[in-house]
Nanobody
Framework: VPLQASGGGLVQAGGSLRLSCAASGRTFSTYAMAWFRQAPGKEREFVSAIRWRDGSTYYSDSVKGRFTISRDNAKDSVYLQMNSLKAEDTAVYYC????????????????????WGQGTHVTVSS
């Protein structure tokens, strides 16, 4: 399913941003949706995921308590509200979707997702 991510930008440390990811072409109400990020010179890392079966949410330890993932099936969209941003949150953020991942372990594995958005840049100045 094609995904379109948006909402990135430049923000000062302690500020907030809200990322959006819209699907097109078909409903993704049966998919798991996730956000990953990749900082310069680093590997892509898991940020957060939401499971289609029951809406369960998962977060990496580095963002837990600061970021909130949510979805709107009627709008075929998933969101990532990022609060208390830190310089180390600077990265390109990617949304991903897949109908097969659903366990707490598989939701955080980037290679298991078959649909990816183009990425949106988030820069946090200290």
């Amino acid at each position: 399913v094609p995904l379109q991510a948006s909402g990135g930008g430049l923000v000062q440390a302690g500020g907030s941003l809200r990322l959006s990811c819209a699907a097109s072409g078909r409903t993704f109400s049966t998919y798991a949706m996730a956000w990953f990020r990749q900082a310069p010179g680093k590997e892509r890392e898991f940020v957060s995921a939401i499971r289609w079966r029951d809406g369960s949410t998962y977060y990496s330890d580095s963002v837990k308590g600061r970021f909130t993932i949510s979805r709107d099936n009627a709008k075929d969209s998933v969101y990532l509200q990022m609060n208390s941003l830190k310089a180390e949150d600077t990265a390109v953020y990617y949304c991903a979707a897949d109908p097969r991942v659903w366990t707490p372990v598989t939701l955080s594995v980037a290679s298991l997702y078959n649909s990816w958005g183009q990425g949106t840049h988030v820069t946090v100045s200290s």
